[in-house]
């Protein structure tokens, strides 16, 4: 696959672009570590849903483009072997000049690959899969199909879980909700869009998720004293869009 790969600065903030406007993933300069982007501060979520201190111990990221969320899972949890899925080596070329990808086999393992393809020839299972894969023009392809959202549930642990980030403003968003509910089972969650548009869904298929709002709220706290990242504003439009029935979130 061949990308044509723009990067551009502005106000402190590195951008990664695929031959458009539209932002592929961003670092501030200043603190290369954060989560600049709205939308991969709330695929983090997911490690507020599994009470084990050691989770996620396995995660698989599919789609690389400026490496926030690998950098944030290799600096927060050193525990965290990561498996991290690319399909285009340009991506991941960029990632480590201008992005500040760390070089660590032992703990990162890079596969150029198409995610589908990859899951479908992989024995293994994680604690996490994060889905974040888009062409230039926004489309998921192949990683947004039913069959692809099979996959990932066959290829969880008991304790995992899958974050999907979703064009909420896309004609095809509630297509795309309606078949990661049906891959699982009706074992989905989709929160509110953000600023940007981006929905993010969450879903499920081992041990039953059902933390009440307050519990949430603590373990939101207990994430910004250990890595600084501040997931109460998210929980706070979750809770107004009325998101967790009865002040529980179920999955």
Same mark, same amino acid.
């Given at each position: ?6 990067? /551009?600065?502005?106000?402190? !903030? ?9 932002? #592929?993933?961003?670092?501030? =300069?200043?603190? +290369?570590w954060n989560l600049e982007l709205d939308y991969t501060r709330e695929m983090m979520t997911a490690l507020l849903l599994r009470e084990d201190s050691r989770y996620p111990r396995k !995660?698989?990221? =599919?789609?690389?483009? $400026? ?10 949890? +050193?525990?965290?072997?990561?498996? !991290? @899925? ?10 480590? #000049? ?6 660590? +086999? #032992?703990? =990162?393992? %890079?596969?150029? $690959?198409? &995610? ?6 992989? &024995?293994? #299972?994680?604690? %996490? ?20 959202? %099979? ?7 008991? *304790? ?6 979703? %064009? ?7 297509? $795309?909700?309606? /078949? =990661? ?10 929160? +509110? ?15 039953s998720i059902e933390i009440a709002l307050a519990d949430f709220k603590e373990a939101a706290r207990e994430l910004k004293e250990k890595t600084g990242l501040n997931l109460l504003p998210?929980?706070?439009? !979750?809770?107004?869009? *009325?998101?967790?029935?009865?002040? @529980?979130?179920?999955?």
């Amino acid at each position: 696959m061949a990308t044509s790969i723009d990067i /551009r600065e502005e106000a402190g !903030v590195r951008t990664l672009h695929f031959g458009s406007d539209w932002i #592929q993933g961003a670092m501030r =300069i200043a603190r +290369p570590w954060n989560l600049e982007l709205d939308y991969t501060r709330e695929m983090m979520t997911a490690l507020l849903l599994r009470e084990d201190s050691r989770y996620p111990r396995k !995660v698989l990221l =599919i789609g690389l483009g $400026s490496a926030s969320l690998t950098k944030f899972l290799y600096r927060h949890y +050193p525990l965290a072997q990561l498996d !991290v @899925v690319e399909i285009d080596p340009g991506v991941v070329a960029a990632a480590r #000049q201008f992005f500040k990808l760390p070089d660590d +086999p #032992q703990r =990162i393992r %890079l596969h150029i $690959s198409c &995610g589908a393809d990859f899951l479908l020839n992989s &024995g293994k #299972q994680w604690d %996490l899969i994060l889905v974040d894969g888009f062409d230039a023009l926004g489309r998921a392809g192949v990683l947004d199909t039913q069959t692809f959202y %099979l996959m990932c549930r066959a290829h969880l642990s008991q *304790q995992g879980i899958m974050a999907v980030n979703l %064009l909420g403003r896309s004609r095809g968003f509630k297509a $795309s909700v309606e /078949r =990661i509910r049906e891959a699982f089972d009706g074992r989905a969650l989709c929160f +509110p869009s953000c600023d940007s548009g981006n929905t993010i869904a969450f879903a499920a298929a081992g041990d039953s998720i059902e933390i009440a709002l307050a519990d949430f709220k603590e373990a939101a706290r207990e994430l910004k004293e250990k890595t600084g990242l501040n997931l109460l504003p998210t929980l706070a439009r !979750v809770e107004q869009a *009325q998101t967790c029935a009865g002040g @529980v979130l179920v999955i």
